[in-house]
Nanobody, 121 residues
């Protein structure tokens, strides 16, 4: 029972910035990696960024140079700083975490409820 809660979405003009947060809670032994995904209307969900437990980060080509993801392991929290936002960034952004539970130490993959990001022209 691992729960993720995203926050920080909203409406912003093109060229503006938003900072998303995702906090994991529940029975957690360890989190291997945490990532951000997004889904625009009529499109499939795509990977935006992922950070491994070792600290390496991968970004989608469409956001490289504009988005920065960071992680606070002590808080089980991952952030997504979004700069120079474009209308095509409009989507529901979802947080994902993978790791091991704190009781039986089996693998888990948990998703947040999503937060809406809307970028206007």
């Amino acid at each position: 029972q691992v729960h993720l809660v995203e926050s920080g979405g909203g409406l912003v003009q093109a060229g503006g910035s938003l900072r998303l947060s995702c906090a994991a809670s529940g029975s957690i032994s360890s989190i291997n990696d945490m990532g951000w995904y997004r889904q625009a209307p009529g499109k499939q969900r795509e990977l935006v960024a992922v950070i491994t437990s070792g600290g390496s980060t991968n970004y989608a080509d469409s956001v490289k140079g504009r988005f920065t993801s960071s992680r606070d392991n002590a808080k089980n929290t991952v952030y997504l700083q979004m700069n120079s936002l474009k209308p095509e960034d409009t989507a529901v952004y979802y947080c994902n975490a993978r790791g091991r539970t704190g009781i039986w130490y089996h693998d888990f993959s948990s998703w947040g409820q999503g937060t809406q990001v809307t970028v206007s022209s």
